[in-house]
């Protein structure tokens, strides 16, 4: 009898303990998605060094491939300009805008987590800027990120030269004697200056760079301003 009894205790404070295992696991706090910077080629994207170049003019030098990552996951890209292949993370760089800073990350599909590194398309740029017409030096110079600029004529752009309305101009470039790249630049004419264009201009247009960024969506873009560069020019007196 003695037997039965200490069986049937025994077979509850079993069942207890299982029981007390699976409630504590039903408790534990769901994980938060983070985006943190790092180095690690096996964890996040890496392509063999920081500043990607185009050094020939076939399809196959405008493409560049990431190391091999072995988790599960998708490649995620910001700010806007750099497109990046989801599934495989190859970085297209003639349907790129050149002359930037960019994150690229990993988002993997077991934690949610984006790891990402920095890529620099190395090209030329201009800066987003508010211009007064016929005020000032109305030529609009370039600056070069990833290289010296060589070839292909002269990259300024005269504002004063430009007719009332909304131009896209390709400016084509190139960079230490490697292939042609070509860049965009959005010139349009206003009486007064958008507000919410004037407030983008004032971020800085590099993304935040080694820094652990917890709590927020893995895809949220650093600040960083509008890609192509935009310029708007005022009629003065205004």
């Not at 200490?6 to 504590?24: D, E, N, P, Q, R």
């Not at 987590?113 to 190395?122: F, I, R």
């Not at 060589?150 to 390709?170: F, M, R, S, V």
Request: net charge positive; hydrophobic share 40%; with cysteine.
């Amino acid at each position: 009898m003695k037997k039965r009894v200490s069986a049937i205790l025994m077979m509850v404070l079993g069942s207890m303990l299982l029981f007390m295992g699976c409630s504590k696991t039903a408790y534990f706090e769901p994980h938060s998605p983070t985006s943190f910077y790092t180095t690690d080629a096996s964890v996040a994207p890496f392509y063999g060094d920081t500043v990607l170049r185009v050094t020939g003019s076939t399809l196959q030098d405008y493409l560049f491939r990431p190391a091999a990552i072995k988790s599960q996951g998708h490649f995620v890209t910001w700010p806007a300009g750099l497109v990046v292949d989801p599934q495989t993370g190859v970085i297209n760089a003639a349907l790129s805008e050149p002359g930037a800073r960019y994150n690229v990350g990993f988002v993997s599909a077991k934690t949610g987590d984006t790891a990402y590194s920095q890529v620099v398309l190395a090209g030329i740029s201009f800066s987003n800027t508010v211009y007064i017409k016929n005020d000032g030096d109305s030529v609009l110079a370039p600056y070069a990120m990833g290289g010296t600029i060589t070839g292909i004529g002269n990259h300024a752009i005269n504002l004063n030269a430009l007719q009332p309305g909304t131009h896209e101009i390709k400016v084509s470039f190139r960079m230490d004697g490697g292939a042609v790249q070509t860049t965009t630049v959005l010139v349009s004419f206003s009486d007064v200056p958008p507000p919410p264009l004037v407030e983008t201009m004032s971020i800085t247009a590099s993304p935040a760079s080694k820094v652990t960024v917890t709590n927020v969506k893995p895809t949220a873009p650093a600040p960083c301003t509008p890609r192509p560069p935009q310029i708007v020019i005022i009629n003065k007196g205004h």
